[in-house]
């Protein structure tokens, strides 16, 4: 099982970026996907979920109408569109799945905003 994350960057307050998650070694479209992030000195935190079928399952307060989790099942890729960034959306952002009882992790990838 691999979850590769991609699209991360420096961007400006206001400004947009959209994370990718590729996954390979499972049959992806059976699993439900999860974004996380960490920023420095914090605890990592759930951002947004995404079940098998495409549903939202659960979105952080502070991404609510900012962040739309996404997935493309003929790409084994799960996205993060993060729009009106702020700040405090600075964090190595994370993909996660449990694939028959076990975790699994992305590398992350590195999300600054600032001006």
């Known amino acids: 099982v691999q979850l590769v994350e991609s699209g991360g960057g420096l961007v400006q307050p206001g400004g947009s970026l959209r994370l990718s998650c590729a996954a390979s070694?499972?049959?992806?479209?059976?699993?439900?996907i999860t974004w996380y992030r960490q920023a420095p000195g914090k605890e990592r935190e759930l951002v947004a979920g995404i079940t098998s079928a495409g549903g939202s399952t659960k979105d952080a307060n502070s991404v609510k109408g900012r962040f739309t989790i996404s997935r493309d099942n003929a790409k084994n890729t799960v996205y993060l569109q993060m729009n009106s960034l702020k700040p405090e959306d600075t964090a190595v952002y994370y993909c996660y799945a449990q694939i028959v009882g076990t975790d699994y992790w992305g590398q992350g990838t590195q999300v600054t905003v600032s001006s």
């Open positions: 070694g499972f049959t992806f479209s059976r699993y439900a």
